[in-house]
């Protein structure tokens, strides 16, 4: 499958969301791999780095990943205050089923770390963490949005704030357009085209972390928040509407008032 990057039979793979984008333009020159872009970290280690934010460092020590941390600041775009991140052990096992994550330390086992594998591995690994922060996200949005709809279920007119409300169907499709256009949730690596053997180590990866099941589930959520708040928004957008045309109203009864005080006064 690939020559094996590393000696040691046991390997800590790390994923960091750092921001909402990665300029790899410039690491490009200096690539093992690409599809994708794998560049090298520290004494001996590798750095996989997706251009939608996420980076996945495989064999790299604490200093070593402060230092290529700094380094990649600069090419990230809207960074985060604080990565989500996220883990894996690679264990080198010849008898053990590829992707198996039965070990007791949680480790997953491989017959051998080399770019082809770490690309697969890197690409479950990224789109795990990436499923946290939008997964996250939206709570946030369930937990603004639910109270109101619950107030006009029960009859109350809710605190309808216009702005806040399109802010919440906005960021909905955010999440929707960067899922399915950037991340790719769905899709499997292109690695599998040229390396269709490890198909089994991708579906087994992709099975642990439920990548599939809580894509589904958050295309449902994200159809509800984002649903809900245009119907809250509607609402409010009714209300204000309505408030409007008795506006008209009020002035045209106010101007035939005057109208009729001016013909009593001053009859002809």
């Given amino acids: ?3 094996p990057l590393f000696s040691l039979d046991r390997v800590r793979v790390r994923a960091l969301y ?3 984008r990665i300029d790899t ?10 599809q994708p872009l794998v560049v090298e970290a520290g004494a001996g280690g590798v750095a996989v780095i997706f251009r939608y934010g996420v980076v996945v460092l495989c064999g790299v020590s604490a200093v070593e990943e402060a230092s290529f941390l700094r380094h990649l600041a600069a090419l990230v775009s809207e960074p985060f205050e604080t990565p989500r991140g996220d883990e894996l052990t690679l264990v080198v096992d010849a008898e053990a089923a590829e992707g198996a994550t039965t070990l007791p330390d949680g480790a997953a086992a491989v ?5 082809a594998r770490l690309q697969v591995v890197a690409d479950v690994l990224a789109k795990n963490v990436v499923l946290d922060y939008f997964e996250e996200t939206l709570r946030e949005g369930f937990e603004t949005v639910e109270p109101l709809a619950k107030e006009l279920a029960r009859g109350g007119k809710g605190k309808l704030r216009g702005r806040e409300l399109a802010g919440h169907i906005g960021r909905a499709l955010l999440v929707q357009t960067k899922t399915v256009g950037r991340v790719e949730v769905s899709e499997k690596p292109d690695v599998l085209w040229d390396a269709p053997a490890l198909e089994r180590l991708y579906q087994r990866l992709e099975d642990e972390y439920e990548l599939t099941d809580r894509h589904a589930a958050l295309e449902r959520k994200l159809v509800l928040v984002a649903g809900t708040a245009q119907t809250l928004l509607d609402l409010r957008n009714h ?4 408030r409007v045309e008795w506006y008209i109203v009020a002035l045209i009864a106010a101007e035939i008032g005057l109208t009729l ?3 009593f006064l001053h009859p002809h």
């Fill in 25 to 34: 333009r410039s690491l490009e020159a200096n690539r093992l791999a690409t």
């Fill in 261 to 263: 005080y001016e013909l």
């Fill in 111 to 115: 017959r051998a770390i080399d770019l």
């Fill in 18 to 20: 750092l921001g909402q």
């Fill in 239 to 242: 209300e204000r509407s309505l």
């Fill in 1 to 3: 499958m690939g020559i």
